[in-house]
Every structure is written in C-alpha cells, then in structure tokens.
C-alpha cells in the first residue's frame, strides 16, 4: 500500500513498432535492461468491417457500393489507417504483376501436372455409369485418360456422347486438363 508520505516513481520506455510481440520478444538497448517487459500490441486497427450495397441505376443496371468500418485506437485515424493499407496492397499486387517468372517456377509448375496425372479416376466428379465405362477399358488414372481423345472416348462400350461431355467437363472444372478432340 502507498502512505500519504511515500512517493511512487515509474519510468516508461515507449516504442513504435509493428504488429503483437509477446514480453519475452522484446529486447532492450543498453542502460535500460532493468526494465520489465510486458506484452505489447502495435496494432492502431481495433475493429475493421465491411459491407457491399447494391445499388440501382435507370435502366435496370447495378453497381455495388462498400462501405468500410474502421475503428482505431486514437493512434492513428480511420482515414490515414485505410490509406496505409490501399498503399501496402498496391505495392503487394504491383510487386506480382511486375515478377518475371523464373525456369525453375515452370518447372515446378509442370511437376504439378505429373502429379495430377497420377490421380485415379475416383477422384473425378462423374456418374456411376460413366466410371464403370472407364474402369472396363482398363482406365484408372488421368494420365490414362490423357492418352485418349474425344473421338476414341465415343469408340468404348456403352460410353455415349453425354458421358464423353460429362468426363471432359469434370477435368476442366477440377483439373484444367483439356482432352485433345482427335487423336
């Protein structure tokens, strides 16, 4: 407890910084080491929300209107906060749009595709009808199915025109392969 004739002395050490650090994080220059750490949270942002409004032009056009909540610690305002954020994506995507690709992302890009050639016919969104149609001409996997074109598809048993569609539309949907049409 503290007496009427004690004095209370504290010292502060503030810091800008960003993002959560936890009191074991942070680290102290020199001359103030006796000094204790406590958690410390750099975020100004307390609460952000957004929402999307249409709205009705003449002649029956839309637009869409967002309307941004930004609430902040009083560190900074709700305006300089949003455009700190518009800034940081813009370099982010401009960063993107600017990369020039290297042989060594193709080449992963490409070991991508063998592996999703290896995936069984199980995995592909179709009719029963259609994979018992597959399984009897012994095609188990996608590479298998790569190795037939549209027109030899037709050519087995039982596998009509709706299958043939339905089996070349799973693979573009899920994979992004395209069957070739002729052999």
């Known amino acids: ?32 080491e006796d000094f204790i750490s406590i958690d410390a949270c750099f975020t100004p942002i307390v609460k952000a929300n957004f929402e999307v409004e249409k709205i009705l032009l003449e002649k029956g056009e839309t637009k869409e209107k967002v309307n941004l909540e930004i609430y902040t610690n009083g560190s900074i305002s709700a305006e300089n906060s949003l455009r700190k954020a518009t800034l940081f994506l813009r370099d982010l995507f401009d960063a993107l749009t600017t990369k020039s690709i290297s042989k060594s992302e193709i080449q992963t ?33 996608i590479n298998d199915l790569m190795n037939y074109s549209r027109e030899e598809l037709l050519e087995i048993k039982n596998f009509g025109r709706k299958s043939v569609d339905e089996v070349i539309l799973a693979l573009e949907k899920r994979f992004n392969i395209k069957l070739n049409e002729e052999k």
């Open 1 to 32: 407890t503290i007496c009427d004739n004690e004095s209370l002395e504290i010292e502060f050490l503030i810091k800008k910084d960003k993002g959560y650090k936890l009191s074991d994080e942070i680290r102290f220059e020199k001359g103030f």
């Open 109 to 141: 890009e490409e070991n991508e595709k063998e592996v999703t050639t290896e995936i069984l016919i199980e995995e592909i969104p179709i009719s029963v009808r259609a994979y018992n149609c597959l399984k009897r001409a012994q095609i188990n996997t």
